[in-house]
């Protein structure tokens, strides 16, 4: 006897299926895995920090809900109109340039502070019209002239009148006599001071000397002429 059994399927079909399911393999082997953030959104879930807290009586953590955050909003964004600022006008500045005056030489001494002392020489008219031009001229002075009279005064102080031979403005000569020198003195002798004008027309004497006579009168005239012309020298290049 010949055993009934299951009729077998064709090969074909289990040939066909089994192709099908390889293809559904290979399918997804090529897939990627999906990442956190995929998951979250195919799922509508969003990750929340629970809260947990310390119970003081077995000291044992106790879950008591989420943290609630605070929704976030962003900032509107103001859009502020700034002007551009107004062009700096320009300001025109008027330097007064001065001219500096020029320097002496590193070596020349008469550069240096209390260096530009000169001694001038002349008869009474020349001395006291030049001290007038030039008030402020460091200068001692060398005046000759006539002994018109001597006025004495307190402590040794005299007074002497000088002025040229014939006529002319009169220079005082203020000079403290301790040594007696003006007893021996008469008006009318030609005498020489030696000093520095305290005025207009007063010359503090440090020196005097009685002179024989003052006839070279051309001497003087060169004297003082070149005198002029140095002192008119100097104003023009300071």
């Keep these: 006897m010949l055993a009934k059994g299951k009729p077998r399927t064709p090969s074909v079909n289990s040939h066909a299926k089994f192709k099908s399911q390889l293809a559904n393999n290979v399918s997804q082997l090529n897939l990627s895995f999906p990442t956190a953030a995929q998951l979250v959104r195919k799922n509508n879930s969003q990750l929340r920090q629970t809260k947990l807290t310390v119970c003081q009586k077995d000291n044992k953590l106790k879950y008591e809900g989420f943290v609630e955050e605070v929704p976030r909003f962003r900032a509107k964004q103001e859009f502020v109109y700034v002007p551009t600022p107004k062009a700096l006008e320009k300001t025109s500045f008027v330097v007064n340039a001065k001219k500096e005056e020029p320097k002496g030489l590193p070596g020349d001494p008469m550069s240096k502070p209390g260096r530009n002392l000169i001694s001038l020489v ?85 020196k005097i000397a009685q002179v024989s006579d003052i006839d070279r009168q051309q001497e003087f005239m060169r004297i003082e002429n070149v005198t002029n012309y140095i002192l008119m020298q100097n104003k023009v290049h300071k």
């Design 122 to 206: 002349g008869r009474v008219d020349f001395c006291l019209k030049t001290h007038k031009m030039y008030p402020d001229i460091n200068a001692i002075w060398n005046v000759y002239g006539k002994l018109l009279r001597i006025i004495e005064g307190k402590r040794g102080e005299h007074t002497l009148l000088v002025r040229n031979e014939n006529s002319g403005p009169i220079l005082q000569g203020i000079y403290y006599d301790f040594e007696s020198v003006l007893k021996s003195w008469s008006p009318g002798c030609f005498v020489h001071l030696v000093g520095r004008f305290i005025n207009e027309n007063r010359l503090q004497t440090f």
